[in-house]
T-cell receptor, first 112, second 116 residues
Framework: KQEVTQIPAALSVPEGENLVLNCSFT??????LQWFRQDPGKGLTSLLL?????REQTSGRLNASLDKSSGRSTLYIAASQPGDSATYLC???????????FGKGTMLLVSP | ETGVTQSPTHLIKTRGQQVTLRCSSQ?????VSWYQQALGQGPQFIFQ???????GRGNFPPRFSGLQFPNYSSELNVNALELDDSALYLC???????????????FGSGTQLSVL
């Protein structure tokens, strides 16, 4: 059974800092991995999707890497802004037919 | 904007009652899945529908049931509500069943259900 763990559970940083969020998963035979952002009481917004054959994906100030063999992914946020404050969720898909297994998320607070 | 809308946004029910939550997917999205997200937790998969048939179910009892309609709308029904059913319920849609390369899931904003 796939299990996804995210560290840290919460993170508070001043504006402008670069930061790294971590995600680990127990079954390395994944199909893809997706990072989501969730604002309080809201739905999920997809940020980046990395296929199992890829090593990283970039979108603006966000960069996600994937090391399938070690069961790890990181989300790097450059030059953080208060608007980045949200919960970030990592989710893995084990096959094309399976659904997503989520971690519990990292709650990020960026202070002005 | 994900193109996935859910209604209602908030709902309060009492234990033992029944509830129906609704989701409207993007046109052409044949797959819809439902997730339950308890406070402070990641979403948990409930079930998935593809072209109006259930195609996968998580570890949820039969009192959780669903329907998907040809017009890309769907429902989640929960009977005999329990206090632990209080959560944010999310629906997600995609075009394919198999999650073709690079295809993302699009989530709605969710329905916050409180069971008293």
């Amino acid at each position: 059974k796939q299990e996804v763990t995210q560290i840290p559970a919460a993170l508070s940083v001043p504006e402008g800092e670069n930061l790294v969020l971590n995600c680990s998963f127990t079954d390395s035979a994944i199909y893809n991995l997706q990072w989501f952002r969730q604002d309080p009481g809201k739905g999920l917004t997809s940020l980046l999707l990395i296929q199992s054959s890829q090593r990283e994906q970039t979108s603006g100030r966000l960069n996600a890497s994937l090391d399938k063999s070690s069961g790890r992914s990181t989300l790097y946020i450059a030059a953080s802004q208060p608007g980045d404050s949200a919960t970030y969720l990592c989710a893995v898909r084990n096959s094309g037919y399976s659904t997503l297994t989520f971690g519990k998320g990292t709650m990020l607070l960026v202070s002005p | 904007e994900t193109g996935v809308t859910q209604s209602p946004t908030h709902l309060i029910k009492t234990r033992g009652q029944q509830v129906t939550l609704r989701c409207s997917s993007q046109s052409g999205h044949n797959t819809v899945s439902w997730y339950q997200q308890a406070l402070g937790q990641g979403p948990q998969f409930i079930f998935q529908y593809y072209r109006e048939e259930e195609n996968g179910r998580g570890n949820f009892p039969p009192r959780f049931s669903g329907l998907q309609f040809p017009n890309y709308s769907s429902e989640l029904n929960v009977n005999a509500l329990e206090l632990d059913d209080s959560a944010l319920y999310l629906c997600a849609s995609s075009w394919s069943l198999t999650g073709e390369v690079g295809e993302k899931l699009f989530f709605g904003s969710g329905t916050q259900l409180s069971v008293l």
